[in-house]
């Protein structure tokens, strides 16, 4: 393939055309980077799998950050939202979009998620309304997600969650409106498709005895509602069945839709009763039982079975324990409910009424009926009721986060994919809208001239739709008024009433697309042209959930049952002539409202890209995507931003991100943003700043805003920062190593006072001398370094040169050296280590109470060593340094013991070292020296002046070492003997 340049904004490509989108999305994608921006737009790829993205560290690492300091992320556009909230004081909402599967309800709650983490004292109002937003999302999930050709949790309705706040950030309320629950798939699914989650959620996780209260205890596949039922929807039967979905354009049926599947799906079921049950509780919900009652009634409702007697519809014998549990359920006597099902009040005339007999057609048509009118007003019951608790009217600003469903064309499209593409299409409408008029203003009040760009203008197919008195809502609801209105009708108003709008494909340029919908009409949408089959559409957008439906709710005995009729319903209910509201309409009135209360927000979006048909994890199909890509005009808004100038932004944050790159403004700037952006072009092109203007600037400044026309410039700009980044780091480090090494060394030092304090001579020079660790700098050799990285060091504590006492208890010159692991005993030239003593296996250390340098290392028994002799003339450091390493491995202090009288571990035994005060033969009475004498039998050489200072020389690498050792002849025992030390110090 061709090279894809890697950018988190697909602005700043170098080309744009619709190929080099695609392909540096299936780049990104590849490489585990799912989220990509178009200036302030963020791409999301469906990945299939959990990258584990959304820890609460991304949470902090995002808090507070502005979008272009970071990798795109849909916690970026949270992060902005709930910003320009609290700064701004303006409403924001966030409007997710994109096919089914592709991720939309994800990212939902991944902003619900954030922004509940981020926003707002601990009050118990503001925890309260946290914890509502994020446990109603388990709730409408069961109720309103289900299994489907294109995903196992396919959102079934559309959903618009507010978060209130008040006027310093803190959540206080809030509120969600539901659109258009899918309930005709309570009766029906389509191959390989599943009703809606709760059922199986009820029937695999509610205890037996529960269920058979319930009357539900049968096998899931004995439901008729779950076995993908063929409902007769009509009781004229111009629909004998509901679709059956088997894929469309944007992707095929998946393959792996065997047991295994399903057995992961009941283990996810039982799991999830148990969350909706623990959910209801913490909302607030106390009518539990009431609602499994409900839910159980559907499915008993599918059970029912009819006879025909004499032509009219009669309950089987079989049927009439079903018939009992129902309306216990529902709270109403055996009769009323019988009478619902099978007998419908006519009124004609002035309030006279005949009760007229049902076939069974109609008997069966107004069950269903039923089941789908009780469970879409559960749903919303559900909805109000959390709203209830948390909705407040008196709050300061808003963030609202739409999840609706996406577009969707199928083998077979019927009124609901209408529904929902036009609510699609007035979605892109608004995003065409408000992201042109964005760029157009703030153009103009930067005072920088707008370059227009072609783009799918869809305002034509929005009014073909619901424009009044001519569009298809409008004839619907229409052919709904005459008592004998059916489908062909209205299809065949729409080909002629219609027929001059450009977005009504005609008959014959329909036959061409190769069109299922023989008995209906096509749309060229701005996702394509999707045919609806016209059976159904009549039925559908009628009310036909029945005056005797809700005659008998109202008649129950249970209060909650009775408030599945909303008051409005029962006022209207009084007055004959009035008749319901189309379903049409209410949706339209719904999209209206949504429409308003968006235009009225600060908007951000995330579109949502479905990778591939099959939800394999990081898999891209390129035909899939490139479709994608095109419907969601993601190249047309690319080059309206890109329009004129592929960069822009605010003098001030161009300042803050490219001011590394001119020494004139790093690291000090005290003119004007407009300046400093100038010195930081020229570092970036010298001289361009002087040069005239040509009638295609490759900059330009506006009022409050930086123009930059090519992408290459930024990326130039981008690499200058990684560099000077990088430096600065570097001399960062340094600073910081320093600092943390001088604040290391001091603290030490000051607690060696504590330890020597009255226990130990003291000279006056050791007293104030500076801890300094490493003397010797052998962290920079590279003996060194393969000895840590061999043995897991990480950093010296501490390197000097020392005289060591060796098994033999002879004198050797060496390097001392001591990690954070160990004590290394070094050759002081080659720095190989003769000895390594882990600090772990130290039992504790001896010093003399003179002014020696003797440090006695003992190591524990279970270590199986020798003792480590040294005379080192940094002892207080050493033995400061031991102390707290010690401490940092095994949480225990380090036993530091004083006395002029030794005894150590040598490879030979126990040896005893005493360390005393004499005088020099043939010197002054009051020159004295410090005397070791180790084992007064034994030849020991003298090792030289205690109080003499080592020195190593860097530079010449040599080793200064001290005097031969001499032997002291007249005295009693063989010695180490000093020379003349300065006056001790207590």
Avoid at 73 to 92: N, P, T
Avoid at 315 to 325: M, N, R
Avoid at 528 to 552: A, E, H, P
Avoid at 933 to 943: G, L, M
Wanted: proline share 3%.
């Amino acid at each position: 393939g061709r090279m894809v340049r890697q950018v988190d904004d697909l602005v700043l490509l170098e080309s744009v055309d619709q190929t080099v989108l695609v392909d540096t999305l299936q780049a990104r994608f590849s490489a585990g980077h799912i989220y990509t921006f178009i200036g302030p737009v963020l791409i999301s790829v469906n990945p299939y799998r959990d990258l584990g993205l959304y820890s609460s560290g991304h949470i902090k690492d995002y808090r507070g950050r502005y979008p272009y300091e970071l990798p795109p992320h849909v916690f970026a556009i949270a992060e902005d939202a709930y910003r320009s909230l609290v700064q701004e004081g303006e409403d924001q909402s966030i409007i997710i979009s994109g096919e089914s599967g592709s991720g939309k309800t994800e990212n939902s709650k991944r902003i619900m998620e954030y922004i509940s983490a981020v926003s707002g004292s601990s009050s118990d109002r503001v925890n309260f309304v946290k914890k509502i937003f994020l446990e109603s999302n388990t709730i409408l999930e069961a109720f309103g997600n289900a299994r489907t050709v294109r995903n196992d949790n396919s959102s079934r309705f559309g959903k618009y969650m507010e978060m209130q706040f008040n006027f310093r950030g803190d959540p206080i309320g809030g509120r969600i409106t539901n659109y258009l629950l899918e309930k005709s798939r309570v009766i029906s699914q389509g191959s390989e498709e599943r009703n809606f989650h709760i059922f199986y959620a009820l029937l695999n996780g509610m205890p037996d005895a529960d269920k058979a209260r319930l009357g539900i205890q049968g096998r899931i596949d004995s439901f008729r509602y779950l076995n993908g039922f063929a409902a007769i929807e009509s009781p004229r039967g111009s629909l004998r069945q509901e679709r059956r979905d088997t894929g469309g354009t944007l992707g095929s049926v998946r393959s792996d839709s065997g047991a295994d599947r399903d057995r992961k799906m009941t283990s996810e079921s039982i799991a999830q009763f148990d969350a909706v049950n623990q959910a209801l509780k913490q909302v607030g919900i106390e009518e539990i039982n009431w609602i499994w009652g409900i839910t159980a009634t559907v499915l008993l409702l599918g059970q029912l079975q009819f006879a025909n007697v004499k032509d009219n519809a009669t309950i089987v014998d079989d049927s009439q324990p079903v018939l009992e549990k129902i309306a216990e359920c529902l709270g109403v006597s055996k009769d009323q409910l019988q009478k619902a099902l099978l007998f419908r009040n006519m009124t004609s005339g002035v309030r006279e009424s005949t009760t007229v007999p049902l076939k069974v057609s109609e008997a069966e048509y107004t069950v269903n009926a039923l089941a789908k009118g009780l469970y879409g007003r559960l749903f919303d019951w559900m909805v109000a009721k959390i709203n209830q608790s948390i909705e407040l009217f008196d709050h300061g600003f808003v963030i609202g986060v739409l999840d609706i469903y996406g577009f969707e064309i199928f083998e077979v499209n019927s009124f609901e994919q209408l529904c929902i593409n036009y609510v699609n299409e007035k979605l892109h409408q608004i995003f065409i809208e408000l992201t042109l008029k964005t760029e157009q203003e703030e153009y103009a009040s930067e005072g920088i001239a707008w370059e227009s760009v072609d783009y799918f203008n869809n305002i034509k197919c929005v009014e073909l739709i619901d424009k009044r008195p001519l569009g298809i809502w409008a004839l619907l609801d229409e052919e709904c008024v005459f008592p004998n209105g059916d489908d062909a009708n209205f299809v065949e108003k729409v080909q002629n009433k219609l027929k001059t709008n450009p977005h009504l494909i005609s008959q014959s340029a329909k036959d061409k697309v190769k069109s299922r919908a023989a008995h209906g009409f096509t749309v060229q949408h701005y996702a394509g042209s999707v045919s609806y089959d016209g059976k159904g559409f009549i039925d559908k957008n009628k009310d036909t959930f029945s005056r005797d439906l809700k005659q008998l709710l109202l008649g129950s005995s249970i209060p909650n049952t009775i408030d599945l009729v909303p008051k409005n319903e029962e006022d209207a209910m009084k007055d004959d002539r009035k008749r319901p509201t189309s379903t049409a309409f209410n949706f339209n009135q719904q999209v209206t409202q949504l429409m308003k209360a968006l235009y009225a927000c600060q908007p951000h979006y995330i579109r949502c890209i479905k990778p591939n048909a099959k939800k394999l994890g990081l898999t891209a199909d390129t035909s899939l995507m490139t479709e994608q890509v095109r419907y969601l005009g993601l190249l047309e808004n690319v080059k309206v931003r890109r329009a004129g100038y592929a960069y822009r932004e605010t003098l001030e944050r161009f300042v803050r991100r490219y001011k590394l790159i001119s020494p004139k403004v790093f690291p000090k700037w005290k003119g004007t943003a407009m300046d400093a952006s100038k010195h930081i072009l020229e570092a970036l092109r010298p001289g361009v700043t002087s040069q005239p203007q040509t009638a295609t600037p490759p900059f330009q400044f506006g009022k409050t805003k930086i123009f930059i026309r090519h992408p290459d410039w930024v990326h130039a700009l981008e690499e200058m920062r990684e560099r000077e980044i990088e430096s600065v780091a570097k001399r960062i480090q340094v600073c910081w190593r320093a600092y943390a090494a001088r604040k290391y060394y001091l603290e030490i030092r000051s607690e060696s006072l504590g330890i020597f304090q009255g226990k130990k001579e003291r000279r006056k020079l050791s007293i104030k001398l500076k801890f300094q660790g490493d003397y010797l700098r052998l962290i920079e050799t590279p003996t060194v370094r393969s000895i840590f990285a061999k043995y897991g060091d990480k950093k010296v504590l501490f390197s000097s040169l020392a005289q060591k006492i060796n098994t033999s208890l002879k004198v050797q010159n060496r390097a001392v050296l001591i990690s954070d692991l160990a004590i290394y005993n070094l050759d002081p030239k080659k720095f190989t280590f003769k000895r390594r003593l882990e600090i772990k296996d130290i039992r504790a250390v001896s010093l003399s109470t003179l002014s020696d340098g003797l440090v006695v290392i003992h190591v524990a028994p279970e270590a199986k060593g020798y003792d480590y002799i040294a005379i080192i003339e940094k002892k207080t450091e050493v033995v400061t340094v031991l102390l707290h390493a010690y401490q940092a491995l095994k949480n225990q202090v380090l036993p530091i013991q004083f006395s002029d009288k030794i005894e150590f571990k040598a490879r030979k035994g126990t040896k005893t070292a005493v360390v005393s005060k004499g005088v020099k033969e043939g010197v002054a009475k009051k020159s004295k020296i410090l005397t070791l004498t180790v084992d007064s039998k034994t030849e020991i050489a003298s090792a030289g002046d205690f109080a003499e200072i080592l020195e190593y020389d860097r530079r010449k690498a040599l080793m200064v070492s001290s005097p031969k050792p001499k032997i002291i002849k007249k005295a009693t025992s063989r010695e180490y003997s000093p020379s003349v030390s300065p006056k001790s110090q207590k």
